[in-house]
């Protein structure tokens, strides 16, 4: 959206390393990972202020970020204490009607506000059943085209949901 080769100056926070971006997204149809820029802030959860230190911004993009935190409101929280006075928020989200997402319910305001309330730090062991089962995909990619025809299928074999479960229930991660 604000690439740094066409001179933007953005810090970039991922859940990965370029590198690891890279690597992840390797065998993935449909993703460059030429496009994949430089990594500033690599982010596990913390809030956003302790890995962030001393920066303000006057503008915020989080694309693609938002259906994937554990607790909306409070990230949003987090993304406003960043930003200087007359800052800017920008998201994007995907269409679920083209992605991943298709099979999953819509979220609803109570989630995010049981997510708040219990300051939700990671997806709940039913959220991690729930994309095991859900996850779509269409012609074998995670994303398409509003024109692209195929089957429709899930992504993972629903015996995949038991392990995860399992780590999900047994681990803090």
């Not at 509003?146 to 629903?158: K, M, N, Q, R, T």
């Amino acid at each position: 959206i604000a690439p740094k080769n066409e001179n933007f100056n953005v810090k970039v926070v991922d859940h990965l390393s370029a590198e690891g971006l890279r690597e992840k997204y390797a065998s993935h149809s449909g993703v460059n990972i030429e496009c994949i820029e430089d990594v500033d802030y690599v982010w596990s959860g913390e809030p956003l202020s302790r890995l962030i230190k001393d920066e303000k911004f006057d503008w915020i993009i989080a694309s693609h970020v938002l259906e994937h935190v554990p607790n909306p409101i409070e990230f949003l929280q987090e993304l406003s204490e960043l930003l200087k006075p007359g800052g800017v928020i920008s998201i994007a989200l995907p269409d679920k009607r083209y992605c991943f997402d298709h099979f999953m319910s819509v979220s609803i305001v109570g989630e995010w506000i049981d997510a708040f309330v219990s300051k939700r730090i990671r997806p709940t062991p039913g959220q991690v059943v729930n994309h095991c089962f859900y996850a779509a995909q269409r012609n074998g990619k995670i994303s398409w085209g509003v024109d692209e025809i195929g089957v429709l299928g899930l992504v993972h074999e629903p015996s995949l949901a038991k392990g995860q479960l399992e780590y999900a229930l047994a681990s803090d991660h």
